[in-house]
């Protein structure tokens, strides 16, 4: 056994067709994707209220 781990790791790649094997610009683009997908549900919900009263504002101190 002359290699190791990761020179067998890319041997089930090599079965599949070049055209369906997982490219750089695939990765990037779902990347973008998601980003755009959850900039538009932020949009879309706006929780501008929830996001100031829970990362903006100081909690009152309690009174006793």
């Not at 755009?36 to 209220?49: D, E, R, Y």
């Amino acid at each position: 056994m002359a290699g190791g781990i990761a020179s067998r790791s890319g041997g089930i790649l090599k079965f599949l067709n070049p055209k369906l094997r997982l490219q750089p610009s695939d990765i990037q683009s779902a990347a973008l994707w998601g980003v755009a997908g959850a900039t538009s549900a932020l949009w879309l919900v706006q929780p501008f209220n929830w996001l100031k009263k829970t990362f903006l504002e100081k909690p009152e101190p309690e009174a006793q």
